[in-house]
């Protein structure tokens, strides 16, 4: 595993943020949910695509709590620009299952 330093860890922008809205997303390649997250006035609202049907159906998806990396470039999925990478888990099966704090903090608070 490639180490990297403190600096290089600090130029990733993880912050939590709350899905405010879910739909399947059939276009795509492999299974996935296109999300809409609320980061907070700073940052405001972002789309993603999420590999996560193993676990949750996007009616499940609305008022979650993920957690994602927002400073990376935008990437083309299909007929949709994904703004931001929500994180998750491989599961023994590997299914994803997503990040997200365990208490409250408002949304777009940054990972420390």
């Avoid at 998806?61 to 927002?70: F, P, T």
Wanted: proline share 8%; aromatic share 6%.
């Amino acid at each position: 595993m490639a180490e990297i330093t403190f600096d290089d860890f600090m130029k990733v922008d993880i912050r939590k943020g709350t899905i405010t809205r879910a739909e399947p997303f059939p276009e795509a390649r492999k299974p996935a949910i296109k999300l809409w997250v609320d980061f907070g006035d700073e940052i405001g609202e972002k789309k993603s695509s999420a590999q996560i049907t193993a676990h949750y159906s996007p009616d499940m998806l609305v008022g979650k709590a993920v957690i994602a990396v927002v400073n990376f470039p935008p990437r083309q999925i299909g007929p949709m620009r994904s703004e931001v990478l929500v994180l998750g888990l491989h599961d023994a099966d590997d299914g994803v299952v997503l990040l997200g704090p365990d208490h409250s903090v408002p949304n777009g608070a940054r990972m420390c």
